[in-house]
Each structure stands twice: as structure tokens, then as C-alpha cells.
């Protein structure tokens, strides 16, 4: 029995691909721009290298006016190069606060998996951390003393 793949599956080797959504993808755009100005088109970009997943660029473009309208970051139009006036974005300090935030909440959820991972040596294994001890084999040489 075949099982139907996405197109998203179907185009990587290593099973399927995640994509951030939400708080996370947020949290990927803050952290570009912190630092850093960027276009909406360049930010797009930059999460596709990256290995995070491709986005719609509307998509990008619509979490950038709501991260601007909850004041995480802030715009302006570049008309300095040829052709229309593009926005350019800004962290603020409120997105900042959120990054700040949000790398605190990382961490203590690392802390807890870990712990976790720590106390159920299977799950490592299971998720291709570290690797069981191996008996070892006596070698030739040992028998012969």
C-alpha cells in the first residue's frame, strides 16, 4: 500500500520539512533584524538559507505589519535605489524584549528536554544522541598473556 507524500516530503530525502510558525517564526524574524535592517523580500530570503523553511512571501510581508503594529519592530520607505520604494524594518526595543524573552523561554525548555533526555537514557538513543556502550570484545593479543 503506497501512502501519499507532500510535496514538501516528497522533495526532501531526510523526511519531511518543518517550517517555524507562529511565536517561532517571529522569533526567527526579530533575531535577523536584530542588528540589522532589512527588506521584507530580503528576511524571506534569509529564512529559506537558513534551513527554517520556505515561506509565501505574503505571508512574511503580513507577520511583518502585525510585528509592526504590536510595535516589535518599526518601518520606513527606502526610496533611495531605482525603481518603487520599498520598506525597510527596524527591531525595536520592544522586540528586543520579546527576542530577550523568548531565548529565556528556549533555554528553559532545553533544561527540561535534557533532563528529561537524562533520565530515560533510551530517548537519547532514540533521537541519535550519544550512542550504548559497547562491550568490548576481548582482543587476540589478551588471550595469548
Not at 526567527?28 to 535592517?37: D, R
Not at 523580500?41 to 512574511?60: D, F, H, M, P
Not at 533526555?117 to 588471550?143: F, I, Q, T
Amino acid at each position: 500500500m503506497e501512502t501519499k507524500m507532500s510535496k514538501k516530503e516528497k522533495s526532501s530525502s531526510d523526511g519531511p520539512k518543518v517550517s517555524p510558525s507562529g511565536d517561532m517564526l517571529t522569533a526567527h524574524l526579530l533575531a535577523m533584524l536584530n542588528g540589522w535592517s532589512a527588506y521584507g523580500y530580503e528576511l524571506a530570503q534569509r529564512l529559506e538559507e537558513s534551513g527554517v523553511g520556505t515561506y509565501n512571501k505574503g505571508s512574511i510581508y503580513r507577520l511583518l505589519r502585525q510585528l509592526e503594529d504590536s510595535g516589535m519592530v518599526s518601518s520606513k520607505w527606502d526610496t533611495s535605489k531605482d525603481g518603487p520604494a520599498r520598506r525597510i524594518y527596524d527591531l525595536t526595543d520592544g522586540g528586543s524584549l520579546f527576542l530577550e524573552n523568548w531565548m529565556t523561554m528556549i533555554k528553559m525548555h532545553q533544561s527540561f528536554i535534557s533532563g528529561l533526555m537524562n533520565m530515560n537514557p533510551l530517548m537519547r538513543y532514540a533521537n541519535g544522541v550519544g550512542k550504548p556502550a559497547e562491550k568490548k570484545k576481548p582482543s587476540p593479543e589478551s588471550d595469548e598473556e
